[in-house]
């Protein structure tokens, strides 16, 4: 009967030692699925980090110098649809626009833009080769 009783004794160290492994086989499962999800996470948010950093460099506005001024090559254009994001001299030829009864043609939106002293300027500046006069009117003016 000796042996009746070391197989028992045996048998339940086996049985305290297979329900210890169990609960520690469920704690690692646990925390194995939480890792999992804490490694989605991470990945999605390394993924919008990444279209983020995309995206800002995509939507970054280029500036260029234009007669002397710094200008957007391309205008930044945001999530707002609103006129008011636009720079000044665009909201100015939308004003120029609207305000026309038809179709606008670019020279008189540019003739609207620039003032009449500016342009007068310009031509003195460049000199008289640049300077249109009307059909029939010699350059010098009339009567010269």
């Known amino acids: 009967m000796y042996e009746l009783e070391r197989i028992t004794a045996r048998r339940s160290e086996l049985d305290a ?10 704690e690692v499962q646990a925390e194995r699925e ?5 490694e989605r996470v991470l990945h999605r948010l390394a993924e919008r980090g990444r279209a983020e950093a995309e995206a800002a ?10 007669a002397g001024r710094a200008v957007l ?8 649809p609103d006129e008011m994001a636009l720079p000044g001299d665009y909201r100015r030829i939308l004003a120029i626009v609207r305000a026309a009864d038809g179709p606008v043609q670019v020279r008189t939106v540019g003739q609207e833009l620039v003032p009449r002293q500016a342009t007068f300027a310009l031509l003195a500046r460049d000199g008289p080769s640049m300077q249109t006069a009307p059909h029939g009117v ?3 003016g009339p009567g010269c």
């Open 17 to 26: 030692l297979a329900e210890e492994l169990g609960k520690r086989l469920q």
């Open 34 to 38: 939480e890792l999992v999800i804490a």
């Open 57 to 66: 460099v995509a939507q970054a506005p280029v500036k260029v110098q234009v």
């Open 73 to 80: 090559l391309i205008p930044h254009r945001g999530d707002s």
């Open 138 to 140: 010699d350059r010098a």
